[in-house]
């Protein structure tokens, strides 16, 4: 598996950003999908997840209300739909492949493949 990530970029706080995560693969529509950020000197964090069918969604609470993940299937894509950011939201944003039961978790070592990340920052 695959998986570009894209979308990133620089925006004052208040705005929004759309990342894209594009996967290869002829079975994208049986994967779970997870977006993880990780910030300077700080570890990877959970975001937000999706299961394959995109009925079901999870967020940290710092995102709660603000991101939407989606996905598109007959794309092979998942979204992240970021609005309302914040400067502590700067950092590198993966996404990634859950195969295992615990994907809804968040738990990094739940995910089996990972994107190069896009940069997103986020200025006061």
């Known amino acids: 598996v695959q998986l570009q990530a894209s979308g990133g970029g620089f925006v004052q706080a208040g705005g929004s950003l759309r990342l894209a995560c594009a996967a290869s693969?002829?079975?994208?529509?049986?994967?779970?999908m997870g977006w993880f950020r990780q910030a300077p000197g700080k570890e990877r964090e959970f975001v937000a997840a999706?299961?394959?069918?995109?009925?079901?969604?999870y967020y940290a609470d710092s995102v709660k209300g603000r991101f939407t993940i989606s996905r598109d299937n007959a794309k092979n894509t998942v979204y992240l739909q970021m609005n309302s950011l914040k400067p502590e939201d700067t950092a590198v944003y993966y996404c990634?492949?859950?195969?295992?039961?615990?994907?809804?978790?968040?738990?990094?070592?739940?995910?089996?493949?990972w994107g190069q990340g896009t940069q997103v920052t986020v200025s006061s």
């Open positions: 990634a492949v859950g195969l295992g039961s615990r994907w809804w978790t968040g738990l990094r070592s739940a995910y089996d493949y």
């Open positions: 693969g002829r079975t994208f529509n049986a994967y779970n």
């Open positions: 999706i299961s394959w069918s995109g009925g079901n969604t």
